[in-house]
């Protein structure tokens, strides 16, 4: 990232923006990811015995499966023998049987059984594939593909992943983009009012404070677990609002509550691949039970409109060869997002069916990749340029020097929360929210909404 003269912000160079969204073994961000726990599939999908899903993480072609005895395994799709996909393996007895000539493999890897070789053959004891640590906690399966798989950190402590069940939703779904422009998009205060907006100045929207003023300060300070962007809004009778939304590393993103909507919510942008991410959404109150009102509209939507949370309706499963197959949706680059242009001029600014199928057309409309060089960033941007900033520095510092973010060993340092604050003119947002963008678990916001 570089800088004019004069402080305009300018775009990532070429050879940056490589350095960013490439994910796989050896390149810089997959390392570094690398050495995180990666929140990667909800544990209620995974029944004992039941049918292997193939999946695929940090560019690696994989399989998950619980086994008999409800441990979950996740390990190489190609057996060690001829590459036949273990997505079509049997899973019985403690491990996965390959179909093609039996061999079977237990949770961490190992050749459990050769139906072919004969008694004397030891060839069973040097044969083992890849296989990743996993735990669960709170739904959903973790895991760990880091350098050290035999002493993993800890699990992160995150607050979504640690309030009771009836407190939190959480849903997956499949983008068709490189996580790092997935992130942006829920970084981004700027876009919230105008992209999610409506022109007939009906529906709860148009109540947003956000949407009363549509040039926001934007100020960014860099903290033990990633990046606070605070963007300042003008309420008048000089009192000032202020939402800060929360990045931790590598892939977090946190969106600040509203009066209307008292829920913490954000994302885990997990690389599938350099081209496909997976989003975790999670949406709770760190103290009350969701509504029933609330859980539907997460799961079910609002009026054939999606929420922030993939629906129960947007889902359209492809063959089990694709990996995380139930996740992808049907809205999408090949269906145009569903986009109505009727609805663009009558209702809705933008034309698109909901929150995140909204951010997920600018996000991936144009190209999985997009280059950044082509970019003309504005003051609005300022906490991309930090959070760019500090992907590339912890990368560096890792790669280079061993060097790891604070948060790989300290679970602690992920408890935190986007914060809405109202504050008299004068007062500092950092200062003032400190305390309350510290979670405290079980405990309410510590301030008014």
Known sequence: MRRKAEGTL?????????????????????????????PFYPAKDLTADGQPKRIKLLGEDLVVFRDSENR?????????????PLMFGRNEACGIRCVYHGWKYDVTGAV?????????????????????????????????????????PPLPNMEWNLVPDENVVVTFRVQECNW???????????????????????????????????????????QDFGVSIAARRQLGNDKLYWRVNQFLMPFYSLVPPQSKFPDLSGHAWVPMDDEHTLCLMFSYHPTEALSERTRAVFLDGHNGRESGHASRNAYAPKSPTTPYNDFWTKYNPESGFLFDYESQKAL???GLPGLWVQDAACQSGLSPIYDRSTEHLCSSDAGIVMVRRLLLDSAADYNQRRAKPPGVDDPDVFIVRAVS???????????AGDRVMRARPGSGFGYQL
Not at 116 to 134: D, G, K, N
Not at 141 to 147: I, K, N
């Open 10 to 38: 300018l775009m990532l160079s070429h050879q940056d923006n490589e350095r960013l969204t490439r994910i796989g073994r050896g390149a810089p961000m997959g390392e570094l990811f690398r050495l995180y726990w990666i």
């Open 72 to 84: 979950v395994g996740l390990i190489a799709n190609a057996c060690a023998h001829r590459g036949a």
């Open 112 to 152: 459990t059984d050769m139906p072919a070789e004969p008694p004397a053959s030891r060839l069973a004891a040097r044969v083992r594939i890849t296989a990743y640590p996993c735990r669960e906690r709170n739904g959903v399966v973790w895991t760990y593909m880091g350098p050290d798989p035999l002493n993993p």
């Open 180 to 222: 790092l422009q997935a992130l942006e998009g829920e970084i981004d205060s700027a876009h919230a009012p105008i992209l999610h907006g409506r022109i007939d100045a009906k529906g709860a929207i148009a109540d947003w404070i956000a949407a009363k003023d549509l040039k926001p300060m934007i100020q960014s300070i860099r």
């Open 348 to 350: 809705w600014f933008s």
């Open 421 to 431: 604050l109202t504050l008299d003119e004068g007062i500092g947002w950092a200062d």
